[in-house]
């Protein structure tokens, strides 16, 4: 087990009259070399819930172990939490401010102290996992590139601290179809080659559904469902009433059901449902 | 009538060389046309949209917004108020604490008396659907709620014409989806002419006319069946077809008898079951 959360709750500015309740008894494991995603509406408490992963809030009651250790209330756990958990907020890109590529990578492995040879190995290897070329990137301005490839040059930041989990929230938002595809595959290729733990925020039904392992569905600052896809998009009325969708082709596979054919549930692309048509149209004919 | 008319039009950003950020622009669409623009980051599709109300003029070619030239300065105000812009970002487009002052903000800056405003704020927020919230904060509210608070803002300057980029970008699904029910509705039953710039090649589905960019240039022009049917050509500018499109394509390809333009799951299912 790499990381457990406790009866975790989190209230925003208590005592006050905004006093909201962000987050109510979570308990969450999440296990080296696992791919999560959390869903969940707008003000779900998603990104509450994150920031409780690393650190960068503590609960207002409840507990935070990492490797089996209560971190919540030991500064310097807390201080080695930060530096072994990664995390990537939304549009990262915004956060790039040196003057070339290569510093903006560098800025959190020379917090971390180390030599400048390993700084540079580190930068070029972290360039390379999210397929830019370090020769050709290296020196340019971080605000010369694309958006999609600002945005790798952000994730390389992160890398570069070789993090031993690394959470992105809506790390594809606002990308094009082509740019969210390269990111997401980026993703995956760290979680399958280099068994990074990764934890997913997303608002796509569909990323989540053919790449993650696990879901968790957050409603009101709990844990409303949670189980494989298979398990979790079983659930399509519990999911319309959070204001969540079905990924299109599960939908799919629901409104044949409803047409009164037999087919699965547990089918989230395009591949898997053609599978299953074509076998369908096969049986009738016979 | 055209009321959004380019001629010719090429523009390129100061600073950036001779490349072209739009070029060769020929671009005629009529009142009460729901047109999406699809096209991958950096093809010009915002580009376009600051085209049309003014925020950015022509390097070369002519752009037209109700007969109104958008080279001339002494136009801008006009056009501005016919052609108003919904951005991606909702967060970035609050100016009022409460959602009513929000809407109000256009209209008393056009110099209105009291009572007008009051009546195109409240035409504005029932139109948009969100009349029961006009006393809330408005950084209070829900994604997809500033958006449509941002929509009415553009609404109650009684537009001709509503340019949105990129909407439903940062929105939770029912966000999404609440957008573009009011988007629809404003052009079905308002008669505005809606500009609505997406990744999400479903939401095109609902356009009556498709327009992709690349390179800034029109590369397909048509509607959403025609257009999603060029299945490669859309794939190699590293755009998408909606998932059906995609899974009608992969069936007819195994020889399943069904017809090229199924788009939707209803419509799939039809098919299947008929």
């Known amino acids: ?286 | 009538m055209a009321i959004i008319s380019a001629t010719g039009l090429g523009y390129q950003y100061e600073g950036y060389g001779e490349v072209w950020a739009l070029k060769d622009i020929n671009l005629s669409i009529n009142e009460g046309e729901f047109v999406a623009v699809l096209g991958p980051n950096g093809s010009g599709k915002s580009t376009l949209a600051k085209q049309i109300n003014a925020l950015l003029t022509p390097t070369e070619g002519e752009m037209l917004l109700d007969g109104l030239s958008t080279a001339d300065p002494l136009n801008h105000w006009r056009i501005r108020q016919r052609a108003g812009m919904v951005f991606q970002n909702p967060d970035n487009q609050i100016v009022a604490t409460t959602v009513e002052e929000d809407v109000a903000f256009g209209p008393e800056n056009l110099g209105f008396p009291a009572a007008e405003i009051r009546k195109r704020v409240d035409g504005a927020l029932s139109l948009v659907g969100m009349s029961a919230y006009k006393l809330h904060a408005s950084h209070l509210l829900s994604g997809g709620q500033k958006q449509r608070v941002a929509i009415a803002g553009v609404i109650a300057m009684r537009p001709l014409c509503l340019v949105l980029d990129e909407p439903t970008a940062l929105l939770d699904p029912r966000g999404r989806r609440e957008v573009m029910e009011i988007i629809s509705r404003l052009n079905r039953m308002e008669a505005i002419t809606v500009i609505h710039i997406t990744h999400f090649m479903e939401e095109a589905l609902a356009a009556s006319r498709v327009l992709v960019l690349d390179q800034g240039r029109i590369v397909l022009d048509g509607n959403p069946r025609q257009v999603f049917q060029q299945h490669c050509e859309l794939r190699a500018l590293g755009l998408d077809v909606p998932a059906v499109a995609e899974l009608v394509l992969e069936l007819r390809a195994a020889g399943q008898d069904l017809p090229p333009d199924v788009m939707t799951v209803d419509e799939l299912v039809a098919k299947l079951c008929s």
């Open chain 1, 1 to 286: 087990m790499l990381l457990n959360l406790k009866n975790i709750s989190y209230t925003y500015m208590p005592g006050t009259p905004f006093e909201v309740t962000a987050l109510k008894n979570i308990t969450l494991d999440i296990h080296q070399g696992e791919y999560l995603a959390i869903i969940g509406q707008t003000g779900s408490g998603k990104s509450t819930l994150i920031q409780h992963l690393n650190g960068l809030l503590l609960p207002t009651t409840g507990e935070v172990y990492l490797d089996g250790h209560q971190v919540n209330k030991d500064k310097k756990r807390l201080t080695a939490m930060r530096r072994r958990i990664g995390l990537l907020f939304q549009f990262p890109e915004q956060q790039l401010f040196e003057e070339n590529v290569a510093a903006d990578v560098a800025f959190g492995p020379r917090n971390l102290g180390l030599s400048d040879q390993e700084i540079a190995v580190r930068v070029d290897r972290a360039l390379r996992l999210v397929g830019l070329n370090p020769s050709e990137v290296r020196d340019r301005s971080p605000f010369s590139l694309s958006g999609g490839q600002m945005r790798r040059v952000a994730m390389a930041g992160i890398l570069a601290m070789e993090p031993d989990l690394v959470i992105l929230d809506e790390p594809a938002a606002g990308l094009d179809p082509r740019g969210k595809e390269e990111i997401l595959n980026r993703i995956d290729a760290l979680h399958r080659e280099h068994k990074m733990t990764v934890v997913l925020v997303s608002h796509s039904m569909e990323d989540v559904a053919s790449r993650a392992e696990r879901l968790i569905v957050l409603a009101d600052g709990e844990i409303r469902l949670a189980g494989t896809p298979a398990d979790v998009f079983q659930d399509a009325a519990v999911l319309e009433e959070l204001g969540l969708a079905l990924p299109q082709m599960t939908l799919l596979m629901l409104r044949l059901r409803s047409a009164g054919k037999e087919v699965p549930m547990n089918i989230f692309s395009v591949e898997a449902a053609k599978e299953v048509i074509l076998q369908m149209m096969g049986g009738d004919k016979s």
